[in-house]
């Protein structure tokens, strides 16, 4: 609880002094910079609706004089009465008289302007009088218009920053231009600051002489606001200001106009305002910080003033607020220097009480040390040994007092491994790596064990001593060998299982070829007996026989042709010949083809295809035998009465869509995944009964996927089954049919 007061205590004395500081102007100069920072960081451009009428080098050198004769600014004005500009302010001295006609035109242009024109009046210091004189345009001037105060006070630092709305002026108070030019100032606050982050690049600027010339589009300045003063630095009506150093005279009161009906006359937080809200961030980072290191409270004090700064940014962009932000950080940080202040107390206090327990905590280490598992040996900086603890007299069966004072390097069993004549470098090079390294080392009874070697560095009385820290590892090592020498053997073994698996895959391809030549002649000759071509048979009997030596001859040709197909995609010897191919008139012939089985099992086969031709690139021969694979499966496990449906469709993308739907035996949800792989059934209760050697669908796949398209099955048993081809919009062609030659 006392400390809890105390640090209160510190916190708020730290908010009291910085105050003290704050209202006595004392922090003003370290806030004006970073205000003017942040309006060089929330910059936003100028409402494009006001003009300035510049009197610019370019206009002094066309009219070659200075002052100007005051027919020219009637001239102006009257460009401007008849452009039918809004108010116009004319930042120009007028108080002295000159040619009679000259003050006539004048007279007469501000007449014209029927009260729209605001004339600048100024308050000065007098050397000669010792005292401000009010200065304002001649009577016959000031009788036409409006007056103005254009005077600009600049802050103690020289540069002008904010306005007045109001000024004194002869005995009274006069309005200042920016409250002069706007409709309504009853609205805009009595003071403000000019934001400067109003990018006067940005502002809409045009020459008098060109103005006075006529060579403005009227349109350009048909009811905007016009400031008309001067920008040439030969002039000298130039006014220091934060950001862009120098301005001119108009275009700061450009700025300031800009501010109110930007709704950006910047206000700064009253005292009372801000004085609270430092005590409240101070008082609410004195409780964070409460039971937290030094550390973590310097990093919250940082954290909470980028934080703070980030807001006083942000507001000042959403809103005409500036925020303060100097007293709030040199309070935190004095009450974070306070409180590190009463913590050194203490922390000199506990050193004494921390110098003791280092000499119980020293005396404990060597205990542990002593008794460690694994073995920690000390050498000097020539590797001359100095302890040994009685894990490592046990590892390297030498008593520690006979080991005192011999050399590392009697332990090592190859001492290459660690540089004798700079063993010091070596031990070095070692605990640079940040890891232990193996070696073989040598017990004393002359044994070799493996050994990981650990080395740090220890400084004592100026003198280096290095710590060895032996780990044994020589029954893990030995492990480690046979288990390698175990995956070689698995590596060996997986090669020539590999090279025997592609041994079978070729001969399977060659063997088939070899199947096919005689099976061809089985059925070509079975076939010229079934039709008795050459002669009656002389028996019935016989001519079945044929048919039945036929049939069994094409079902175990159509089976060795799937195993040589699949044999070819195994050992990747498929490449596609692509041509122009209609799918629709593919679809017909494969019905066509599979219509004699569809009426021998007296089922019914339904093609619903497009009557144009759908023409996409493809291997013809592999996409038909893909087609062939499905729709047969389809008819083979389906009954008798049952209907097939083979259709050709496009999605909306423009892909070919193949479906071949039957309302057969189905598959269980579980098998559908395996129908695709090699040489496997799903059972189905009939796969006894039917015949195949299981490639069909897996050829299917293999054959569409080499076309860059999907191949998906749908099926619940008693449902039947539903199969989807796709072909990617990419393969189909625009121009009909073309031969691919």
């Not at 502002?203 to 001067?230: H, K, M, Y």
């Not at 820290?469 to 060996?492: F, G, M, S, T």
Request: charged residues 25%; proline residues 4%.
């Amino acid at each position: 609880m006392k400390r809890l007061s105390l640090r209160c205590g510190v916190c708020a004395l730290a908010c009291l002094m910085t105050l003290a500081a704050y209202l006595g102007g004392a922090l003003e100069p370290l806030e004006r910079p970073l205000i003017d920072l942040r309006m060089r960081l929330v910059e936003r451009p100028a409402d494009p609706h006001p003009v300035v009428v510049e009197i610019d080098p370019q206009s002094i050198a066309q009219i070659g004089q200075w002052p100007w004769p005051r027919s020219l600014h009637a001239l102006l004005l009257d460009r401007l009465t008849a452009a039918e500009a809004g108010p116009v302010f004319l930042d120009v001295d007028f108080s002295l008289r000159t040619l009679v006609s000259e003050d006539a035109a004048l007279a007469g242009a501000l007449a014209r302007r029927q009260g729209n024109t605001i004339l600048a009046a100024f308050r000065q210091w007098s050397t000669s009088a010792e005292a401000f004189v009010d200065i304002g345009p001649l009577p016959q001037f000031a009788a036409q218009a409006r007056l103005a105060s254009a005077n600009l006070v600049p802050a103690s630092d020289g540069l002008v920053r904010s306005v007045e709305m109001s000024l004194p002026w002869r005995g009274g108070a006069l309005a200042g231009v920016a409250a002069a030019m706007i409709d309504d100032s009853t609205q805009a606050p009595a003071s403000f600051l000019i934001d400067f982050g109003i990018d006067v690049a940005s502002v809409t600027r045009l020459s008098f002489i060109d103005v006075a010339s006529g060579n403005v589009d009227p349109n350009l300045l048909r009811g905007r606001p016009v400031f008309v003063g001067a920008t040439s630095i030969e002039l000298g009506d130039m006014l220091a200001v934060p950001k862009h150093r120098t301005l001119p005279g108009v275009m700061v009161q450009m700025l300031a106009y800009q501010s109110l009906i930007l709704d950006r006359a910047l206000q700064r937080l009253p005292d009372w305002a801000l004085c609270l809200a430092t005590v409240c961030f101070v008082m609410l980072l004195c409780h964070a910080g409460r039971n937290r290191g030094a550390g973590v409270n310097l990093l919250m004090i940082l954290g909470a003033n980028a934080a703070l700064w980030g807001v006083a940014v942000g507001a000042q962009a959403v809103a005409p607020v500036v925020l303060d932000v100097v007293p709030l950080t040199v309070a935190s940080f004095g009450a974070g220097a306070g409180t590190f202040m009463l913590r050194f107390r203490k922390v000199a206090a506990s050193l004494v009480a921390e110098s003791l327990a280092r000499r119980r905590s020293e005396k404990f280490m060597g205990a542990v040390a002593e008794n460690a598992f694994d073995a920690l040996i000390t050498a000097d900086a020539e590797g001359r040994v100095l302890t040994l603890n009685r894990a490592a007299g046990q590892v390297f069966g030498i008593e520690p007092a006979a080991a005192k004072g011999r050399s590392v390097m009697d332990f090592l069993a190859r001492p290459n491994a660690v540089a004798k004549r700079d063993l010091e470098a070596s031990l070095r090079q070692i605990m640079g790596t940040g890891r232990s390294r193996r070696l073989v080392c040598r017990r004393d009874s002359g044994e070799l064990f493996f050994a990981d070697l650990a080395v740090s560095e220890l400084v004592e009385d100026d003198r280096t001593l290095f710590i060895l820290l032996v780990r044994d590892i020589d029954r893990r090592v030995k492990a480690e060998r046979r288990l390698l020498a175990r995956e070689r053997e698995l590596r060996r073994a997986k090669t020539v299982a590999e090279v025997a698996n592609q041994s079978k895959t070729e001969f399977l391809a060659n063997m088939s070829h070899e199947l096919k030549t005689p099976l061809n002649a089985i059925i070509g000759f079975a076939e010229i007996m079934e039709q008795q071509m050459l002669g009656p048979l002389g028996t019935e009997q016989y001519k079945a026989y044929a048919t039945d030596i036929r049939e069994s001859g094409e079902r175990l040709y159509h089976t060795v042709v799937d195993v040589l197909e699949f044999s070819r995609v195994e050992i990747d010897d498929v490449v596609l010949q692509e041509q122009a191919t209609d799918l629709a008139d593919l679809c017909r012939r494969i019905a066509a083809r599979l219509a004699p089985r569809v009426a021998e099992k007296n089922q019914h086969l339904e093609s619903s295809l497009p009557d144009l031709p759908t023409v996409f690139l493809a291997d013809e021969r592999l996409l038909a035998l893909a087609l062939n694979h499905v729709v047969s499966n389809a008819i083979k496990f389906t009954g008798t009465q049952g209907r097939i449906r083979l259709a050709l469709d496009s999605s909306d993308t423009g892909e070919a869509i193949i479906t071949v739907e039957d309302n057969g035996i189905g598959i269980e949800a579980d098998k559908i995944d395996s129908c695709f792989d090699a040489f496997a059934q799903a059972d189905r209760g009939l796969d006894r009964t039917h015949e195949g050697a299981g490639l069909g669908l897996t050829l299917a796949r293999r054959f569409i996927e080499l076309h860059d398209g999907p191949i998906t099955l749908q099926s619940a048993p008693g449902d039947g089954t539903r199969v989807t081809v796709t072909l990617p919009v990419a393969r189909r062609e625009s121009e009909g049919l073309r031969d691919s030659a």
